[in-house]
T-cell receptor, first 111, second 114 residues
Framework: DTAVSQTPKYLVTQMGNDKSIKCEQNLGHDTMYWYKQDSKKFLKIMFS???????INETVPNRFSPKSPDKAHLNLHINSLELGDSAVYFC??????????FGPGTRLTVT | AQSVTQLDSQVPVFEEAPVELRCNYS??????LFWYVQYPNQGLQLLLK??????LVESINGFEAEFNKSQTSFHLRKPSVHISDTAEYFCAVTRNTGGFKTIFGAGTRLFVKA
């Protein structure tokens, strides 16, 4: 049973397109996150939701819009994709101050 | 402001040698400390954590870390590494500021050579 799952695993698309990445966790956690990991492995927090409410919104272009239909799901929609959006995007979840559980990642390539 | 510094971006080491990956943080409030490991083409997974209690914490695969409050450090150590320990290691710090916020270090690439 996968704790945190993401789809798709790979996403190749052209500049200007709109795409979505889905995330689901079956751990019953209250908090979910989206991270961007660049080619140098640097991990940057993008968004955090607690019980479907946005609590962290770092400096991210407004082309990125998270949506949490319920506390087990946190999706990421990206409009007008740019070359610089190419990265690996990770979803994670946690309960209070405890450790985060990460999904397997979505490798986005924008051409 | 809170920050997490991993002092080494890469650490090459021979198999069966000891290793230490350094992590320092800055925070004016109480923190919770974590080390995560990322193997190639995978997500991060928890290696060990300090939440409270004993300042020395251990993982099931031989790693240990010690929380040093006076030096604001949480260095990761292993007395004898294996080839399979080759991975990216991230130190992370969570603090409670009315909500829990986690900052990750930039990562340290451990490369174990035969």
């Amino acid at each position: 049973d996968t704790a945190v799952s993401q789809t798709p695993k790979y996403l190749v698309t052209q500049m200007g397109n709109d795409k979505s990445i889905k995330c689901e966790q079956n751990l019953g956690h209250d908090t979910m996150y989206w991270y961007k990991q660049d080619s140098k492995k640097f991990l940057k927090i993008m968004f955090s939701y607690n019980n479907k409410e946005l609590i962290i919104n770092e400096t991210v272009p407004n082309r990125f819009s998270p949506k949490s239909p319920d506390k087990a799901h946190l999706n990421l929609h990206i409009n007008s994709l740019e070359l610089g959006d190419s990265a690996v995007y990770f979803c994670a979840s946690s309960q209070a101050h405890n450790e985060q559980y990460f999904g397997p990642g979505t490798r986005l390539t924008v051409t | 402001a809170q920050s997490v510094t991993q002092l080494d971006s890469q650490v090459p080491v021979f198999e069966e040698a000891p290793v230490e990956l350094r992590c320092n943080y800055s925070s004016s409030v109480s923190v919770y400390l974590f080390w995560y490991v990322q193997y190639p083409n995978q997500g991060l997974q928890l290696l060990l954590k300090y939440l409270s209690g004993s300042t020395l914490v251990e993982s099931i695969n031989g790693f240990e870390a010690e929380f040093n409050k006076s030096q604001t450090s949480f260095h990761l150590r292993k007395p004898s590494v294996h080839i399979s320990d080759t991975a990216e290691y991230f130190c992370a710090v969570t603090r409670n500021t009315g909500g829990f916020k986690t900052i990750f270090g930039a990562g340290t690439r451990l490369f174990v050579k035969a």
